[in-house]
């Protein structure tokens, strides 16, 4: 059956990034994935998180920057990144801020970010 969605739902969040979920358990109910737009502020980050669910994420503009057991790799426009689930990560921003396409199977959920 197709669905079309008319539009994301804006999920607030402290820091001053902006998450316009356009799939996922929020916006149309799906619970197998998510799909979202994110725009995260210069120097933006959030407290480290071992999801259990594979994050796909896609810069659009500027840098993310994952910290993860073996470093911290540098994401910038036109490149992407998969985290594993059970993988400790922590995402930022670097001196420009983000602009990025998030995909998580299953669907993101506060709870399954498991956040420190």
Not at 5 to 22: L, N, Q, S
Not at 102 to 109: E, G, M
Request: aromatic fraction near 6%.
């Amino acid at each position: 059956m197709v669905r079309k969605i008319e539009g994301a739902t804006r999920i607030p969040v402290p820091g001053g990034k902006v998450i316009d979920e356009h799939v996922g358990r929020v916006n149309s109910g799906d619970e197998a994935v998510s799909i979202a737009h994110m725009v995260a502020p210069p120097g933006w980050d959030e407290p480290a998180q071992t999801p259990s669910f594979t994050e796909y994420t896609v810069v659009l503009r500027g840098t993310v920057l994952v910290e993860h057991a073996g470093g911290t790799t540098e994401v910038t426009a036109g490149q992407a990144i998969v985290t594993e689930p059970g993988e400790k990560v922590r995402y930022s921003t670097g001196d420009d801020g983000a602009e990025y396409i998030a995909v998580c199977l299953p669907a993101f959920s506060p709870d399954s970010a498991n956040r420190d």
